[in-house]
């Protein structure tokens, strides 16, 4: 029989990796678990085999080897307890910084703990073994070739991070008899770079710079942002939460909302720093750029990783590029121009609503102020409006929880009294986090707004997943009628009780009374909370009509969800009985 590759997937997603990233000598050991991924290798004159009955001996070789050539060595085992006996070489290649790839193969992970011959756990390796250890299963889906790409590509990389040092595949075998497979379908390859590298060449294309939560922007790394966009003609796509202040950027929410636009922009290379996003922003190509060095792909895209700062990426880039050419920055005005066509687009009759609010408040904002805003639904609303450049914002998106947003604002806000700390969040939010507004050290520099629609909206928004069941939702999923169901002054009292002022609004009108008291620029003697109580079917359809920009039926389908409301619904039954 002519043997080739296995057809087994995750093993040649090993297989070919390890080639692309130049990996090739390899102490196997005997075994059945490892025959699909040795009998691959052995059939290519690639791989430089070598063998050792003892897997003990097999990676105390693997660190002669990799001492000797400084080049990765693999080594490769099977179930029982195979396994266990690399652990005293890959001690001795961990504290050597030798790079050692330990691929253990077995059968499922599914088998673990059930009394499965020669099926032992390898979930977790003692500390100090190994740099990266990763579960390479079979593939069933394409999540599954997703994940095993990222990981295995993880543990090759793992071999040189930070100093380098040995890794472990544990790799899933189902013992496929199946050896036909001449060429491997290729995989994603993802590179790290070091400021020590050669890095790569930035592609002739469109370039952009997707920003996702940056708290704190140097002059130093604005700058360098500026300065590449001038040169490669880069556009920067920003959220409230990236915080990014300068030329060449374009807020993207209110774009990638849009169904004709979405978040695939026509961008051939988007690099990517920061941290969690509410916002999804996608270039065909990604690069990520942090000082962890770690693979961050939320959009499957990623290729290459550069573990360094913002500032030294960046700087890497501009230097040596002296001919600035300021004209040729356009790409930018383009995006900014979509933009400000979408925001004139926005109905003026848009519904009393959280992004009515945001509408209104986000160019009121006083200059040097500080906004926190809650999750989901309040971030979204402010993400489609500018707000005054020197308005930093904050938001806990790094575990996106309803539980501490007003918590956090607090804490901001103490250390800074001479500074005015505005925050926005939801009824859901507030009520979780709301002992934290009896905190004794609170200032008159904190102000809140509780946009109160009774309920979690998030849920109730068209476009959720949870608002297919329409009322039904309120029940469980919404979680409506909690707190007295909003029909008692529970918020004004507690607040005042606390020695916040406070007001509130129910209407537009009653809304443009409060702004300018709620957003005055002077720190006064109290803080402020003010409860603005909405509609959910009003929120529903101004979401449904910014989101709806570019179609002529935005207005349309407004009056739709309008009419299609459960409010409309019962007042028509009522109509239909008086009438009979
Ligand atoms: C701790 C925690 N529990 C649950 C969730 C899921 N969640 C996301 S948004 C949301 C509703 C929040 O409701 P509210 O604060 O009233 O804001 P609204 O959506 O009504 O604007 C919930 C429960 C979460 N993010 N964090
Ligand atoms: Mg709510």
Redesign the pocket.
């Known amino acids: 029989m002519n043997t080739y590759n296995t057809s087994e997937r995750n093993i040649q997603i090993v297989l070919y990796l390890l080639k692309q990233h130049g990996i090739k000598r390899v102490i196997a050991s005997p075994g059945s678990t490892d025959v699909a991924i040795v009998a691959s290798m052995q059939h290519d004159p690639y791989f430089e085999m070598f063998s050792a009955i003892d897997e003990r001996s097999a990676c105390y070789m693997a660190c002669g080897m990799a001492a000797e050539t400084a080049e990765p060595v693999v080594i490769v085992c099977t179930g029982a307890t195979s396994s266990r006996n690399y652990m005293p070489g890959l001690t001795e290649a961990y504290y050597r910084h030798l790079p050692v790839l330990a691929i253990t193969c077995s059968r499922s992970n599914a088998f673990v703990g059930h009394y499965v011959n020669q099926v032992t756990d390898r979930g977790d390796s003692p500390r100090d073994t190994v740099n990266e250890s990763v579960y390479v299963q079979s593939i069933y889906r394409p999540e599954d070739e997703w994940d095993c790409m990222i990981k295995v590509n993880k543990a090759i990389l793992g071999l040189s991070f930070n100093g380098g040092g040995p890794c472990h595949i544990n790799l899933e075998t189902v013992y496929s008899r199946d050896f036909t497979e001449k060429e491997i379908k290729p995989v994603k390859v993802i590179n790290r770079y070091t400021l020590n590298s050669e890095m790569p060449e930035i592609s002739k294309g469109k370039i952009g710079i997707f920003v996702g939560a940056f708290p704190r922007w140097s002059d130093e790394l604005v700058n360098a942002v500026d300065s590449f966009c001038e040169i490669y003609n880069a556009v920067v796509f920003y959220d409230q939460t990236s915080n990014y202040k300068g030329k060449y950027g374009v807020l993207f929410p209110l774009i990638a909302i849009q169904p004709s636009y979405g978040s695939d922009f026509d961008i051939d290379l988007m690099i990517h720093i920061g941290y969690v996003s509410a916002g999804v922003c996608k270039g065909k190509k990604m690069w990520r750029v942090n000082p962890d060095g770690q693979i961050r792909d939320p959009f499957r895209r990623v290729n290459a990783v550069f573990q360094m700062s913002e500032v030294d990426f960046f700087k890497h880039y501009i230097k040596n590029k002296d001919k600035f050419r300021e004209n040729n920055a356009v790409l930018h005005l383009e995006y900014k121009k979509m933009y400000e066509d979408l925001y004139n687009l926005i109905p003026e009759e848009l519904p009393f609503s ?1 992004i009515w609010t945001a509408k209104k408040l986000a160019p009121q904002l006083p200059d040097n102020s500080v906004l926190h805003l ?5 971030l979204r609303s402010w993400n489609f409006f500018n707000i005054p450049d020197s308005v930093s914002v904050y938001s806990n998106t790094g ?5 501490g947003g007003i918590s956090s604002m607090i804490g901001a806000s103490i250390v800074s009294p001479d500074k005015l700390y505005f925050g926005v ?6 009520y ?1 986090d709301m002992n934290s507004i009896g905190n004794r050290d609170i200032g008159s520099n904190v102000r809140i707004m509780i ?3 009774g ?6 928004n068209h476009s959720s997943f949870g608002a297919i069941f329409g009322e039904d939702t309120d029940k469980f999923i ?2 409506r009628g909690h707190f007295g169901n909003r029909e008692t002054p529970l918020i004004k009292n507690y607040a005042e009780c606390l020695g916040f002022e406070y007001k509130s609004a129910s209407s537009k009108e009653e809304f443009e009374n409060v702004s300018e008291w709620f957003t005055s620029p002077v720190i006064g003697e109290k803080p402020f909370l003010l409860e603005i109580f909405t509609e959910t079917e009003d ?1 529903s359809s101004a979401l449904g009509a910014v989101s709806a920009l570019t179609s002529k039926g935005a207005l349309l389908k407004s009056a739709h969800d309008l009419m299609s409301s459960p409010k409309l619904a019962s007042i028509r039954k009522a109509a239909k009985k008086i009438l009979k």
């Open positions: 959280n809650g999750i989901c639904n309040s575990g996106f929880g309803i539980d969040f939801g009824d859901l939010l507030f979780y946009i109160n629609n309920l979690g909206q998030e849920f109730k919404a979680a929120e």
